[in-house]
T-cell receptor, first 114, second 110 residues
Framework: GAGVSQSPSNKVTEKGKDVELRCDPI?????LYWYRQSLGQGLEFLIY????????KSGLPSDRFSAERTGGSVSTLTIQRTQQEDSAVYLC????????????FGPGTRLTVL | QKEVEQNSGPLSVPEGAIASLNCTYS??????FFWYRQYSGKSPELIMF????GDKEDGRFTAQLNKASQYVSLLIRDSQPSDSATYLC??????????FGAGTRLAVHP
């Protein structure tokens, strides 16, 4: 594909439900990042995958958040037992090698927890 | 804690003027710096990156980096209403994640 894709574009869920957000990076990009952006706020780093290395999970806000990347390509961010404060836009980005390389962002998933 | 600081704005400039956006960073080990533009409701898109001290020009945009002062700026010449957006500054280094500032909102009025 030409760019980073994310699905769904919008997700409305009830408090306490689990959600899965998907990211498909640019083909050939080995680095993948998840960020969260609350309304009117900057980007909050969540997790970083680089090739086959162990992911950098230092930004995950709680153990309700987890992410995996299968086959070094597609990534899924899972939020268990969602809370209203989880409502935000979840952005995925990919880069060719490392954070010092340009990151290209997907369109984001807008999550609303009722 | 590694931080990137930006004035939240809004920075209001008249059409045709130069808009100057500033950013400071705390991590002296940062090696690369990025400016992203984000329109309301959209995802960030890269405007420029800079690695070396000095100026880097691309069309109407000039990025300036001063590592001694830990300061990065973005100048937009001949500002247009279409430049109205939030501009995010980010620093990075090695295999670490990018650190983003909260962004500066720019408003260019006709």
């Amino acid at each position: 594909g030409a760019g980073v894709s994310q699905s769904p574009s919008n997700k409305v869920t009830e408090k306490g439900k689990d959600v899965e957000l998907r990211c498909d990076p640019i083909s050939g990009h080995t680095a993948l990042y998840w960020y969260r952006q609350s309304l009117g706020q900057g980007l909050e780093f969540l997790i970083y995958f680089q090739g086959n290395s162990a992911p950098d999970k230092s930004g995950l806000p709680s153990d309700r958040f987890s992410a995996e990347r299968t086959g070094g390509s597609v990534s899924t961010l899972t939020i268990q037992r969602t809370q209203q404060e989880d409502s935000a836009v979840y952005l995925c980005a990919s880069s060719s090698r490392q954070a010092s390389d340009t990151q290209y962002f997907g369109p984001g998933t807008r999550l609303t927890v009722l | 804690q590694k931080e990137v600081e930006q004035n939240s704005g809004p920075l209001s400039v008249p059409e045709g003027a130069i808009a100057s956006l500033n950013c400071t960073y705390s991590d002296r080990g940062s090696q690369s710096f990025f400016w992203y533009r984000q329109y309301s409701g959209k995802s960030p898109e890269l405007i420029m990156f800079i690695y070396s001290n000095g100026d880097k020009e691309d069309g109407r945009f000039t990025a300036q980096l001063n590592k001694a002062s830990q300061y990065v700026s973005l100048l937009i010449r001949d500002s247009q209403p279409s430049d109205s957006a939030t501009y995010l500054c980010a620093s990075g280094g090695g295999y670490n994640k990018l650190i983003f500032g909260a962004g500066t909102r720019l408003a260019v009025h006709p």
